[in-house]
């Protein structure tokens, strides 16, 4: 493959009608080869926001990844990562919903800048268990990929 799998799990609380509050984990498994000695396993925890007034919403999360990568002496040298996201969002339909943000990453390597990137996401739901996402950013930092882009399928339980 060309880049790592991610595994990951989620739940959702919902303290209200308008706020709902995500709590997930992940792991991210290596499932390629390179010569920079980041073959370990890492591991993510995630809280997001979410209030939605009508079909608009606002949202924000928070991502901790600790990095298990082994470094390079003289090369390169890994750190743990922390992340930020803040967008606004908008039901076209009730099973279309389209969002714009602004994320911000650390750098998996020490002494390289922030990534920062401005996004477009998109999800439509298939039916209750079944649904598919889209999601494009435009990278803001030199340390950003130019374009990004990743396409889902997923099954709810």
Known sequence: GMNDSLIGVAYNLKPNNSLTIRLGASCILPT????LNNNNTDYAASVNLNYTVDEANVFFGYSHTI?????IAGTVAYQNTNAYNIGLGYYLLSN?????AYNKSDSIYSGVEDVETASVYGYYSIDKNWFTTLYYA????SSASDNAISIKLGYYF
């Open 32 to 35: 390629y080869k390179t010569a």
């Open 138 to 141: 435009y990278g803001l930092s």
């Open 96 to 100: 279309f919903y389209m969002s714009g």
């Open 67 to 71: 990095i298990n990568d082994d470094d």
